[in-house]
Nanobody, 132 residues
Framework: QVQLVESGGGLVQPGDSLRLSCAASGRTRSGDTMAWFRQAPGKEREFVAGVVWTLGTSDGAAYYADSVKGRFTISRDTAKNTMYLEMNSLKPEDTAVYYC?????????????????????WGQGTQVTVSS
């Protein structure tokens, strides 16, 4: 099982950008599918972005929630075992705790990539607040 630690959250204004990081350690081979989820107060955890990595590369098939498509970009640095979520044009409705997750299974349909129960490793979360 892989251990995940998120960082990079903070307080920003609408329209600003932020980059979240998810550092992986342990059995990093267990992260064939990785994703970002978020949870706002009083709401259920929701899928933000996910990717099925091509083994040994920083490439993969990426999926995004409609609410962030065109604004958020998922990527990773294999040398650093770190996944990133670049968030641009942030909106107040993006305010939430953001979690990264990993699964040893390759999921090729968005319905599976966006299902929280398919992930076995989770980080502790990082708070993102978008407010003027």
């Amino acid at each position: 099982q892989v251990q995940l630690v998120e960082s990079g959250g903070g307080l920003v204004q609408p329209g600003d950008s932020l980059r979240l990081s998810c550092a992986a350690s342990g059995r990093t081979r267990s992260g064939d599918t990785m994703a970002w989820f978020r949870q706002a107060p009083g709401k259920e955890r929701e899928f933000v972005a996910g990717v099925v990595w091509t083994l040994g590369t920083s490439d993969g098939a990426a999926y995004y929630a409609d609410s962030v498509k065109g604004r958020f970009t998922i990527s990773r640095d294999t040398a650093k075992n770190t996944m990133y979520l670049e968030m641009n044009s942030l909106k107040p409705e993006d305010t939430a705790v953001y979690y990264c997750a990993a699964s040893p299974t390759k999921y090729y349909f968005i319905a599976n990539v966006q299902r929280p129960s398919n992930y076995v490793s989770w980080g502790q979360g990082t708070q993102v607040t978008v407010s003027s």
